[in-house]
């Protein structure tokens, strides 16, 4: 009577409202209130790099190329820790519809479509 193992490994990655490019605001955590531009996104762990924010300290090695010390990189933040700016500049939930047979994602504060 072998118990049948459970893997962690998801099927599909999650459908995120955040993508590379967008502005976005940090709500909760230590960086609380900063603004920034997404980076890069890892659906899979669910969490973005945003330019300027959550900050850390990495240290470097001398090379031929790169003098070495200590240099301020981006980590990166959970994306339920972030929230989208719109065109106003005012944070709002991200919805999604269909225009046209395509579907856009559209601010639900003011309704426009997020480009």
Same mark, same amino acid.
């Given at each position: 009577?072998? =118990?049948?193992?459970?893997? *962690?490994?998801?099927?599909?990655?999650?459908?995120?409202?955040?993508?590379? /490019?967008?502005?976005?605001?940090?709500? &909760?955590?230590?960086?609380? /209130?900063?603004?920034?531009? @997404?980076?890069?996104?890892?659906? =899979?762990? $669910?969490?973005?790099?945003?330019?300027?924010? *959550?900050? @850390?300290?990495?240290?470097?090695?001398? %090379?031929?190329? *790169?003098? /070495? /010390?200590? $240099?301020? %990189?981006? &980590?990166?933040?959970?994306?339920? *820790?972030?929230?989208?700016?719109?065109?106003?500049? %005012?944070? %709002?939930? @991200?919805?999604?519809?269909?225009?046209?047979?395509?579907?856009?994602?559209?601010?639900?504060?003011?309704?426009?479509?997020?480009?």
């Amino acid at each position: 009577m072998s =118990a049948k193992k459970q893997s *962690n490994v998801k099927r599909f990655a999650p459908k995120l409202k955040i993508k590379k /490019g967008d502005r976005v605001v940090v709500i &909760a955590g230590k960086d609380k /209130g900063a603004e920034g531009e @997404v980076l890069q996104i890892f659906p =899979a762990k $669910n969490r973005a790099i945003v330019d300027q924010v *959550n900050l @850390v300290k990495k240290h470097t090695k001398v %090379t031929q190329d *790169n003098p /070495g /010390g200590i $240099n301020d %990189t981006p &980590a990166s933040i959970h994306i339920s *820790n972030l929230m989208l700016l719109d065109a106003t500049g %005012t944070p %709002t939930k @991200v919805g999604r519809r269909l225009e046209n047979g395509k579907l856009v994602r559209y601010s639900k504060k003011s309704g426009e479509i997020i480009k």
